[in-house]
């Protein structure tokens, strides 16, 4: 009987299944329906794709950021470092710490074939500069790291600028020469490039150069003393955590900030705009399955003869109502799988599709140097996938309700009053 067969059974999805393809001289709207799936198709796309690259971003970001400074830099405000050596091996006695180094500073300007730029020179021990993943394990680097000591390492983007290349001289300027009755006087000093390095970071690699630490201490008048002691971590996400204990053990007067110090409002307001376009992007998710209602409303209109012979034949308001949110959330199901995949493969080939847009448009798409990244990231998290297959399901199937409920309400003998 009728009423003791159990929910969403065969009858029911074939009833479904034979209003969704039905054509429109046959009661259907088929063409509703496709704009329904298309809708959910393209809205939970944008809304993994968005995801997928805002995640790349902020990951991309992090490492490039953290990959090519210190995860805690310690120093003495206004004054340089004199007992960097004991300094640095108390700080080693920290738990949790991986390195010590102590590091010169200073800014210069860089001249080679005619050019000249601002470059932040960096005096640095070879050892503590291979700690370094962004500047040593890129796929852009050229020449050899270990010729540290024998010259100078450039940062890919500042190396273009120069127009240099490995072997190439490079003349560096800065005032910090004799002092005479007109100020500091300026020295000049050249050094070979040896070693071009990309730390995936334009803002970076246009304006960064390595010296060898005692190089750098003659250069800048700082015989015997650091500016600072970059600390790398063995958990970087642990910095907050042990940057007042590294402080403590550096000493009084001493003063320790973390890489979140320094970028932590940028990745505030990272987290703050992830928020707002998931807003936004389920926005568009709803907008799409609204087109679902709509088709719904025109089949149940369209079918309210079949609606009053199927409750005159003995079917219950529940196996109506169960055949159009079958109808509804089989529509919201398929788009949003077919929306996974789409976006799942544009994360995944991220890379190849900006390379074919490039090519399309004769390039300048994608340009580092406002960018500040090489190339679109994008990182698919299960997470974000999840929240975007929920979201699109949930609007789908619940907005699905309210139309069936209508046909599920439908009095039978209104419906064939007039057939």
Known sequence: MAGSTPPFAGFEWMIAWRYIRAKRAEGGVSVMTWISLIGITLGVFALIATLAVRSGFRAEFVDTIVGAN???TVLRPRDVITDYAEMGQ?????????SVAPLIRGQSM?????????ADIYGIRLEDLKQSDAITQSERTQGDIDDLPNGIALGSALAQRLGVGIGDRVEFITR???ATPMGQSTRRNAYDVVFIFST???QIDEVRAYLPFDVAQFIFNKDGVADELEIRLEDRDQSELLKLDIANAAGPGMWAYSWQDRVGRYLRALTIEDNVMF????ILVLVASMNIISGLIMLVKNKGRDIGILRTMGLTEGSILRVFFICGAGIGTVGTILGVVLGCLFAIYVDQIFSLVNFVAGGGVWDPSIRGLYEVPAELRLLDVIKAVVLSLSLSWII???PARRAARMNPVEALRYE
């Open 200 to 202: 995936g970071r334009y």
């Open 70 to 72: 210190a995860h805690v």
């Open 176 to 178: 910090s020469g004799a």
């Open 279 to 282: 807003v936004i992007l389920s």
């Open 110 to 118: 860089a001249s080679a074939f005619g050019t000249d730029t601002l």
């Open 400 to 402: 699905t309700i309210f």
């Open 90 to 98: 108390r700080i080693m006695a920290v738990e949790g710490v991986n």
